[in-house]
């Protein structure tokens, strides 16, 4: 008894494991874990932050020291109403300190817009994250659609060698003729063909998902083949919710009001600043003493050239730009949401002709089945029929798939992983 459990142990376990269940959520939260695109954003993140800590950094005081040593040095000193020049060795050594009072509020809109943009960068790796979700549903399903196409034309290839089997024991039997059992055999050709083409497209589909969830999946995996036939229900309000919810619209939002702040900022820039000045020096030149200095000073940009003016342009022209960005956005959502809920009603009825054409082909096919052994139909029906079965088979998978991945294309506009 005891032997007999340690030789089922092992058996069990390759069931267990040939048995192992691939969920399209698993396959979702392992992409987001290791895909570097989502690892890049993250990163870009953490670099949006600390550009706001070198935008407020001009809130702080700005403290330098300073040294300077002179080998040789030429001193003039008066003596009886001439000049006399002394060579001798200098030095200074000194703290400065300034600390910004008042620009206008140049500082503040650039510490305002560091915040957008770490807010942009937030956004930016959710839009990564629902795509990357989309791409992996659209994968999935994928797999799905090609492992259920093996199927089909694993029945298909099964009925084709038996066809060639029935059409040689006729053509023994002299009820046949050699061209009914050639073109049966090429058809077996056909299937197996289009069965390689099928196994080779859910090859790919499973490298691809691999790749993405960053481990092998199993050969003998099983897939949740209901999520497939799944439907969803949108309300009348879809295009306002698309349209609020789409996380590049909402960052094109931020854009322009991150173009805006900084086009206040460089607008500030032409009054210049009033800040607080104050400095400690240790001389050592002819004799030796303490300077020191508080006050505040007043800075302001005369001339620099016509680069100001360009900067605040700049920002200007920016702000214009993100606002057609977004408005070309909006369009373009429109545009393919009301293709996409077109593309679903069709796929709807697709399905449901495709059911009807299925039903219609079996029956037809068992009767031209029984008219082909007593000789009253040729093999070109009986295979038009079996064609058209397969099609059929094939065409309604199709249309499931192109139904739910629409589905998926609506949820990611939506920005839902």
């Known amino acids: 008894m005891i032997k007999q459990t340690f030789f089922l142990l092992p058996l069990l376990l390759t069931c267990t494991l040939c048995a192992k269940t691939l969920t399209m959520q698993e396959s979702i939260q392992k992409s987001l874990a290791n895909h570097p695109d989502i690892k890049t954003f993250m990163l870009k993140i953490k670099h949006s932050q ?72 937030t956004l930016s790796l959710a839009e990564a994250k629902v795509l990357l979700a989309y791409k992996v549903k659209t994968l999935y399903k994928q797999m799905i659609v090609q492992k259920e196409a093996i199927s089909v034309r694993q029945k298909d290839l099964q009925v084709k060698q038996a066809y060639y089997k029935q059409a040689q024991a006729l053509v023994r039997q002299g009820l046949k003729t050699k061209a009914d059992e050639s073109r049966f055999l090429s058809e077996v050709y056909v299937s197996r063909d289009n069965l390689a083409q099928a ?107 016509g680069r100001m003016s360009a900067q605040e342009q700049q920002a200007k022209i920016g702000t214009q730009i993100a606002q057609e960005q977004q408005a070309s956005k909006i369009l373009t959502l429109k545009e393919e949401l009301h293709a996409l809920l077109l593309d679903i009603k069709r796929y709807k009825q697709t399905i449901t002709a495709k059911k009807a054409q299925l039903r219609a082909v079996m029956n037809s096919q068992k009767v031209l089945q029984a008219r082909y052994k007593e000789g009253l139909t040729t093999y070109i029906e009986l295979l038009d029929a079996t064609t058209q079965i397969l099609a059929s088979r094939l065409g309604i998978l199709e249309a499931y798939y192109a139904k739910s991945v629409t589905i998926n294309r609506i949820e990611y506009l939506k920005g839902k992983i």
């Open 50 to 121: 600390k550009g706001y800590n070198a935008a407020y950094a001009d809130y702080l005081p700005q403290i330098n020291a300073h040294a300077d040593y002179n080998p040789l040095q030429t001193f003039a000193l008066p003596v009886n109403g001439t000049f006399n020049t002394v060579d001798d060795t200098s030095w200074n050594v000194g703290v400065n300190l300034k600390q910004k009072l008042w620009d206008f509020s140049k500082t503040a809109a650039k510490v305002e817009a560091s915040m957008v943009d770490k807010d942009i960068s």
């Open 199 to 305: 196994k080779a497209a859910y090859e790919k589909a499973t490298s691809s998902l691999s790749l993405y969830m960053g481990e092998t999946i199993p050969k003998k995996v099983t897939l949740q083949h209901r999520i497939l036939k799944k439907s969803a229900h949108f309300g009348k309000n879809l295009q306002k919710e698309v349209i609020a919810n789409n996380l590049q619209v909402k960052i094109d939002a931020l854009n322009i009001e991150k173009n805006k702040l900084l086009h206040k900022s460089a607008k500030a820039s032409h009054y210049g600043s009033i800040d607080l000045v104050a400095s400690y020096n240790r001389l050592d030149t002819l004799n030796s003493y303490d300077s020191k200095f508080v006050g505040i000073s007043l800075n302001v940009p005369l001339y620099s050239g």
